[in-house]
């Protein structure tokens, strides 16, 4: 299939649905679906739902609600409490699940109290090739994945995007706070502000797709820079190398280290 015919396939999809309540997190395939879904069905059958938490960056919240704004549609934010989910603090290997349900636990019941026949979120089928057992928990409760069905691909959700002129079509991948740190080792609201600091000095130097993973706890704490592999010479210019050292050091980390291994998706995966 062409990427256009996926597209109608998508819609076909959609309007088979009726309305729908969209996991939007502002990232590049939840904006996607959610344009598609109001083009689709009509911003009276659409509505976006941000969950914001210690997780998700103030950045992120601002782009979303500035997204829904500018394309009339209803946007709903729910706070999770994510640090009062039993388990999660100490980050198990299935932590992303035990989110994952509570977070759409929520949505389900705005979904059902503004008479919204099923809520979607933005999984695409590049999402089926890494350790992922949030996905475990939408299929159990029922969450469409349109973008699955209708088979795109992270390159061609990219390039519908820039055809439809939606600001998101370049913007770099994001994964939630969570995601940088080792499993077991304890998350902390101190630690993942400490994360978010970092990466927003990284954007800020215009640094294009930025991940700091973070390893041990205390006095010893690692935070290990991903970046793309043709920026490494930039980061490594004398000036940028001792800015980023001094400010990850100020943040509160011992060591601060970068990976060679350049930017990767689900790179705590590794050790799995």
Known sequence: MTIHEKYQRLQEYLRALGSVAVAFSSGVDSAFLLKAAADTLGTEKVMAVTASSCFFPERELKEAKAFCGENGIRH??????????QGLRQNPKNRCYLCKHALFEHIIEIAQKNHINAVV???NMDDNKDYRPGMAAIKELGIQS?????????KEIRELSREFQLPTWKKPSFACLATRF???ETISEERLKMVDKAEQMLLDMNFHQVRVRVHGQGAGTIARIEILPEEFARFMQEENRVKIYQYL????????????????????????
């Open 182 to 184: 080792v499993y077991g």
């Open 121 to 123: 979120e933005g999984s």
């Open 146 to 154: 349109p973008l699955c069905h209708a088979q795109l691909y992270k």
């Open 249 to 272: 050091k100020e943040t509160g980390f011992s060591y601060v280290t970068l990976d060679l291994g350049g930017y990767r998706t689900g790179s705590m995966n590794e050790i799995l």
């Open 76 to 85: 709903m934010v729910c706070e999770i409490q994510v640090m009062d989910i």
